[in-house]
């Protein structure tokens, strides 16, 4: 029954009568045990609450009720409040912490009707390109399982590609839903910085974090994103701007791709990357340009200053953000001889390894006598990086890229080196810091038969364009 | 190469209590990482102002502060590791020796 289910296939089903929600739900709980076991998507399965949610949103359905996720059974990343349902962010620091309230993406979700499953795995507070750092253990690639599914949001990739779930909600500092989606060979979209609130996300970069949609495809993101989106008083940098009706208008768009302008900037196209990967996403170029799109080279010459610049900037910020686990609110506690002693004590045995490096580097580059070196230094290059885009997209409406140089690695190839796990994230993380939106689009395999992933990359606020184009390219292509 | 020196006070600084192997591993492994910055240094940014945030910074007026929904005392303490149902318990930040 749920073999490949999309969340526009859930509401048609349900209101049909072609299935119950709880019927729904009964039947993703059930795959969920036959296979988690083996693939480790969730960290906690939510299964009682979901058949209340279920049997609540069949009430509701009943009554003639309904909203686009009404009955829908979807799965959160585990870096998201969820009132009531244990929330580890990854981490044995919070792994008895069960939030009072709701992150406010969840809470719209949950007054909408949808059905929570469960937490997905994610790399230790986000920090990760391949999941291998979550406290609780790898999650394995639907695809070849002795592969790593990509990172942070990890676990939401696998649970949308080995339908575990219709839909996931991750988050994406740089490149956690982009990279994780392209590995598992399914959509993803970050959205532009402030377009979804960040109140009860636990902060990882404050100035970089954003929550996305891992998805079946662009239409299923665009629809759960009509839901999330929005001005929220309680997060003061989400932005004041109405939300398209992200379905209608991607449906209506369709012929835009004519003279739509796509910028292919050459700096993305480098040694070490994967000829395969070059091929598909050149590939993938061409099938606009058939569609009637305009495609030219662009140049985007900061391009290889994101790296060092993301490294220094989300540190910093995540030294000062987990700086709250201090074992006194919430969280694990290890007594000590005093104050000081216990602080040390208890975020030595509650962060795992890429966290204290990340949360050294951070304190190293926000530090007296290294913070106009390195921080304030990372900030004036961010502004460049940022301007390069500002006048790319003069010219151009939408930028493609790969969204990685490799399809997914082996599970430990890279673990021993931290700096070349970073560079997995080279073409991902300019985005996040220009604030820019970008959506993830699987566009072929390698010869290994390993999902690859192009990026779409659009200007603050495009997101409607980038789903429009996203999903004119996957209904010409699969239908 | 960052010094023991330097990665103690830096851990000092972050509050994390290190083991000896961890020390020389994040030596090691920063002292990787913050060459690769080094990058940084060779770009000019004398007339580059710093980004903080993506978003247009505007001056916002204050507006009514009007008391929401709050969690309860209850709610509040429990997460806390250690609290005696009104509050949470800390060892003294300030003693007489200090």
């Not at chain 1, 993938?284 to 060092?308: D, N, Y």
């Amino acid at each position: 029954m749920i073999d490949h289910l999309t969340v526009k296939a859930v509401r048609a089903g349900l209101q049909k009568k072609q299935f119950s929600a709880l019927e729904l739900t009964h039947a993703y709980l059930k795959r969920i045990h036959e296979h988690n076991p083996r693939l480790n998507a969730y960290i906690s399965v939510n299964d009682e609450e979901a058949l209340q949610q279920a049997q609540a949103a069949d009430e509701r359905i009943a009554k003639g009720d309904d909203t686009p996720v009404l009955g829908l059974p979807m799965a959160i990343k585990d870096v998201l409040s969820t009132k009531g349902l244990r929330t580890t962010a990854g981490s044995r620091m919070l792994e008895n912490y069960v939030p009072t309230w709701d992150a406010t993406c969840v809470a719209n979700l949950r007054s909408a009707g949808a059905i929570f499953l469960g937490k997905t795995n994610t790399d230790e507070f986000a920090m990760g390109s391949s999941t291998e750092n979550s406290a609780y253990g790898v999650t394995h690639n639907p695809h070849d399982e002795s592969r790593v599914p990509g990172g942070s949001s990890g676990g939401s990739a696998v649970a949308v590609a080995a339908n575990l779930c219709v839909v996931a909600l991750g988050t994406d500092t740089g490149g956690s839903v982009r990279q994780p989606a392209a590995y598992c060979g399914i959509t993803g979209l970050k959205n532009t910085y402030g377009r979804v609130s960040r109140y009860g996300l636990i902060a990882y970069g404050s100035s970089l974090d954003s929550v996305g949609v891992l998805a079946k495809n662009a239409e299923d993101a665009a629809i759960i994103n009509s839901v999330i989106a929005g001005h929220d008083p309680k997060d003061s940098t989400s932005i004041h701007s109405p939300v398209p009706n992200y379905v209608d208008e991607i449906n209506s768009l369709k012929s835009k791709i004519q003279n739509l302008r796509i910028g292919v900037p050459k700096e993305y196209f480098i040694g070490g990357l994967q000829p395969d990967v070059e091929n598909a996403v050149r590939e993938g170029v061409r099938a606009f340009e058939r569609m009637g799109a305009v495609v030219k080279e662009i140049s985007l010459p900061t391009t290889h200053l994101g790296l060092p610049v993301y490294y220094l900037i989300a540190t910093a910020e995540a030294s000062s953000n987990l700086s709250r686990f201090d074992g006194v609110k919430y969280g694990l506690r290890v007594n000590g001889d005093d104050l000081i002693d216990m602080y040390g004590k208890t975020r030595q045995a509650g962060f795992g390894d890429e966290v204290k490096r990340r949360i050294m580097l951070g304190t190293y580059a926000l530090s007296a006598g290294y913070y106009d070196a390195y921080y304030i230094r990372a900030q004036k290059v961010r502004t460049l990086i940022k301007q390069d885009f500002e006048r790319a997209y003069q010219e151009v409406d939408i930028i493609m890229t790969p969204v990685a140089p490799t399809t997914a690695f082996k599970i430990g190839e890279k673990v021993e080196d931290p700096l070349q796990m970073y560079l997995t994230d080279v073409f991902s993380v300019t985005l996040n810091l220009a604030g820019n939106c970008g959506i993830s689009v699987p566009c072929g395999f390698d010869q290994q038969k390993l999902p690859i992933g192009m990026q779409l990359m659009g200007p603050a606020l495009g997101e409607t364009q980038l789903l429009s184009a996203a999903h004119t390219y996957q209904f010409s292509t699969f239908n | 190469m960052l010094t023991s020196e330097q990665v103690n006070r830096v851990a000092h600084l972050a509050r994390l209590a290190l083991t000896e192997d961890e020390k020389q591993r994040y030596a090691r492994q920063l002292s990787a990482i913050l060459d690769y910055a080094e990058q940084l240094a060779n770009v000019d940014v004398s007339h580059v102002p710093p980004t903080a945030t993506v978003l247009p910074v505007r001056s916002v007026v204050r507006e009514a502060d009007v008391v929401n929904q709050l969690l309860t005392r209850d709610e509040v303490l429990k997460n806390a590791p250690r609290s005696d149902g009104e509050s949470f318990e800390v060892a003294a930040a300030i003693t007489e020796s200090s």
